[in-house]
C-alpha cells in the first residue's frame, strides 16, 4: 500500500498577510478582490479563522463583509503574484521530502512518500517533520493528512484544519469509510450533497446500496464511479508528478548527528541522486544542513562544468565547512546543483 501525505495552507492568502506584518494577527483579516465597479464592489478571497467566526468567508460580497467587519476588521487588497512567490518557496520546502509529488493548486500538494518509508509511521513522522520545518521557516501553519490514497488523504487533511495533522493507516481505514459521511469528500459541495441527503444518502457508503441510476442521475457517471471506489477502497490515483525541475535531493538521517562517518556516505548519496535527475553538468553545487532546532545553512561553490567525480570531494568539502563553523547536530542533509549546461540545450542550438 501506497503512503500519501497531503498537505494544504491553512487560510492561504489572509495567513501571508498575517506573517507579512504580525500586528494584525489578533484581528479578523479579510483578503478582497475589488472588481472597481464601485468603490466597495468585489468579493472576499479568503479570510483568517477570526474573521470566519463572525461570519466572513470566502465568496462574500464586499459590502457584506465590511458591514460585519465594520472597524473591527482588517481589509487588504488580493496580491496574488506575492503569494504565488510565497507558495512557490513553500512548495520548494515540501518537494525536498520526496521525489513524486504533485502540486494540485496554489496552496495543496501531495507527496508520494512509499519510497522514503518503511512504515506507515515513518510516514506520519514525515509529515509532522514537514509541518514543522514549514512553521519554521515561513511561520507558515499548514494541515496535514496522511493516508493510502491521495482522496482519503485529502478528507483527512481537510478534517485536520486549522493547524492539524490526522492520519489513518491500513488497517484504520474500512473502519473510517464506514461512518464517512459523503459532504466530506472532496468534489461534493453543499448543492450536491443537499440532492444526496433528499435520496436518502448520508454516509458514503450508502451509495453502494442506492439504486445505480438513481444515483448517477444526481452525480454524473465519473464522479459517481470515484465515489463507488473510494468507497469499496479500491480508488488508487497516483501522484502525478507536477513540479518545478527541482535538480536537488535532501535525506533525513538516521539520526540526528555530527558523525562525518554517517554524514558524508549520504551526501554521495544524495549527489548522485541530484545529478541523475539532472540535464547536464552543473556550474554551481551547493550542500544544505538542515540542523536538529531546524535551521537551515548552506555553503555554495561555482566553477565551470562539475563532473559528478569532482562533485563528491566539492560537496564533502561544503559539507565540512558547515560543521566547522557550527556546534549543532544536522537532522538532514541536502545536495542542489544549478547553473546547468545542458546538452539538450545546446542540441537545440546547433
Ligand atoms: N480563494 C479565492 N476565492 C475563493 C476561494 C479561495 O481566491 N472563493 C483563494 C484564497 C485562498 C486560496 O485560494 O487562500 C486557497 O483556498 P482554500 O479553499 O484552501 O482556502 P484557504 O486556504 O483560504 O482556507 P482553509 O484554511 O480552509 O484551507
Ligand atoms: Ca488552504
Not at 504580525?22 to 489578533?26: A, G, M, Q, T, V
Not at 513524486?100 to 493548486?105: N, Q, T, V
Not at 436518502?200 to 450508502?206: A, C, H, S, T
Given at each position: 500500500m501506497p503512503f500519501i501525505i497531503f498537505i494544504d495552507f491553512d487560510y492561504f492568502y489572509a495567513q501571508v498577510e498575517e506573517i507579512m506584518d504580525?500586528?494584525?494577527?489578533?484581528k479578523p483579516v479579510v483578503v478582497c478582490v475589488y472588481s472597481g465597479r464601485t468603490e466597495n464592489s468585489g468579493a472576499v478571497a479568503t479570510s483568517n479563522y477570526i474573521a470566519r467566526s463572525i461570519g466572513i468567508k470566502s465568496g462574500m460580497p464586499l459590502p457584506q463583509a465590511m458591514n460585519i467587519g465594520k472597524d473591527k476588521a482588517v481589509f487588504i487588497p488580493i496580491r496574488k503574484d506575492f503569494y504565488k512567490e510565497f507558495s512557490d518557496r513553500v512548495m520548494n520546502t515540501i518537494s525536498t521530502y520526496s521525489d513524486?509529488?504533485?502540486?494540485?493548486?496554489i496552496d495543496e500538494a501531495y507527496l508520494d512518500v512509499t519510497g522514503e518509508c518503511s512504515t506507515f509511521q515513518d510516514a506520519v513522522k514525515l509529515g509532522e517533520e514537514i509541518k514543522e520545518e514549514i512553521f519554521k521557516e515561513y511561520g507558515m501553519k499548514v494541515s496535514a493528512g496522511i493516508s493510502i490514497n491521495k482522496a482519503i488523504a485529502k478528507i483527512l487533511g481537510d478534517m485536520a484544519k486549522p493547524d492539524g495533522l490526522k492520519y489513518i493507516d491500513e488497517s484504520m481505514v474500512e473502519e473510517f469509510l464506514n461512518t464517512l459521511e459523503v459532504k466530506k469528500i472532496p468534489g461534493i459541495g453543499s448543492i450536491l450533497s443537499k440532492k444526496l441527503n433528499d435520496a436518502?444518502?448520508?454516509?458514503?457508503?450508502?451509495i453502494l446500496g442506492a439504486n445505480r441510476q438513481a444515483m448517477i442521475e444526481i452525480l454524473g457517471n465519473a464522479r459517481y464511479n470515484y465515489l463507488v471506489e473510494i468507497a469499496e477502497n479500491r480508488y488508487n490515483s497516483p501522484v502525478e508528478e507536477r513540479i518545478r525541475k527541482n535538480y536537488g535531493r535532501y535525506i533525513t538521517l538516521p539520526e540526528n548527528t555530527r558523525d562525518t562517518n554517517i554524514i558524508m556516505p549520504l551526501l554521495r548519496k544524495a549527489v548522485d541522486s541530484a545529478f541523475s535527475k539532472a540535464p547536464g553538468l552543473p556550474g554551481e553545487i551547493s550542500a544544505i544542513g538542515i540542523m536538529e532546532d531546524l535551521n537551515i545553512v548552506s555553503r555554495s561553490y561555482t566553477g565551470g562544468r562539475i563532473s559528478l567525480e569532482s562533485a563528491y570531494g566539492i560537496a564533502t568539502g561544503l559539507m565540512g565547512k558547515i560543521l566547522e563553523a557550527d556546534s549543532r547536530k544536522l537532522r538532514r542533509i541536502g545536495v542542489r546543483i544549478g547553473k546547468m549546461s545542458s546538452n539538450e540545450s545546446l542540441d537545440n542550438f546547433f
Open positions: 504580525p500586528s494584525i494577527k489578533d513524486k509529488m504533485e502540486i494540485a493548486s436518502g444518502i448520508k454516509y458514503l457508503k450508502d
